[in-house]
């Protein structure tokens, strides 16, 4: 593919925003992989030329790094894309046997997506939410405690176009092309809708105002 002039524009706009946050401008690859992620849904042949154009480095340097993270993705993502934590107490808890069972049941495995494009899965090594094991994501949001049948239910959900809401976080579930804009740096301004903590995560600080415990002084 190749960017049309309006999405060349656009793009380049956004880009130029991002790099002039950082003193050095290699040090906006990241964002910037995350920028053309979503506008493709991936990240393209195009769009890692668009990077190494714009921050005047080789191609080679931005395959190197996008092919080292996984959440720069090598071929399209699904609308709804769908970690489950196969990590040592996830699995433990049931993250095995709710990756076996919704593998066989949305008919794809790690990161593949679905036909019609609405969903992709992915085994991810840590949700670092421990505490809600187990636990699955939706473009980067989370659903905890998770079982079989309610993971085979959200992702029914999500392809019949429900109103599907996070665990913690925001009351709306963005796309995964919406969530690779913020993660590029352009805010959807939901970063402080919902609670970024409940349950279980809160239990120690219960603890500690009970019994009047108070961090030690610098």
Sequence with gaps: MTYSPEVRERLERDAKEIIGRYPKTRSALLPLLHLVQSEDGY???DGQEFCAEMLGVSKAEVTGVATFYTMYKRKPAGEFHV???????????????????LTEHVG?????ATPDGKISLERLECNAACDFA????????????????????????????KDVRP??????LCSFKEASRVLAGLPDDLA?????AAGASLEGLKVAKA???KAPEA
């Design 43 to 45: 990240v393209t042949d």
């Design 83 to 101: 970690g489950v934590c196969i990590n040592a107490l996830c699995a433990v808890m049931g993250g095995d046997q709710i990756w076996d069972e």
């Design 108 to 112: 794809v495995g790690h990161e593949e």
């Design 134 to 161: 187990p636990v699955m994501m939706v473009n980067w949001e989370f659903f905890d405690n998770q079982t079989p049948d309610s993971a085979k239910q959200l992702v029914d959900d999500l392809r019949d176009g």
């Design 167 to 172: 665990t913690r976080g925001p009351k709306r």
């Design 192 to 196: 402080g809708d919902g609670p970024s």
């Design 211 to 213: 019994k009047g415990w």
